[in-house]
């Protein structure tokens, strides 16, 4: 049972790396994209794609955060103190996931969006 928690518990930080392998690829790549389309024109339409783009990569990487705190927790650390630090972590990391979401579509995840129609 030992080893099935040590390959779990490396499992689990390989989602989370994997995470934040994302927003910092997300960062990167919007950043690139955002000087390119600064080159072409100067607006607040880059500045608006730019953060989107950013927020977007932060909520994909917080997904896999959260999955990976899920796995270790429920597998390798399976104490009450543990699932309720992460049940914290869980409702932090989702209120900013939906204010992101509110933040560059305009509306809540279970709203139909109000960027349709907007350059994405």
Not at 44 to 70: M, N, P, T
Not at 102 to 116: A, C, F, H, R, Y
Request: hydrophobic share 50%.
């Amino acid at each position: 049972m030992s080893q099935f928690k040590d390959f779990i518990g490396t499992v689990s930080y390989a989602i989370e790396a994997a995470g934040v392998l994302v927003i910092v690829a997300g960062f990167v790549l919007a950043t690139i994209r955002a000087i390119k389309r600064m080159k072409v024109t100067y607006s607040g339409s880059a500045y608006r794609s730019y953060r989107r783009d950013i927020a977007r990569s932060i909520i994909l990487g917080l997904e896999f955060l959260i999955a990976g705190d899920i796995i270790r927790t429920v597998i390798v650390s399976d104490t009450l103190t543990n699932v309720a630090v992460l049940a914290l972590i869980i409702v932090m990391r989702t209120f900013l996931a939906f204010t992101l979401h509110l933040e560059i579509e305009g509306s809540w995840p279970w709203q139909e969006s109000n960027t349709k129609g907007i350059e994405q």
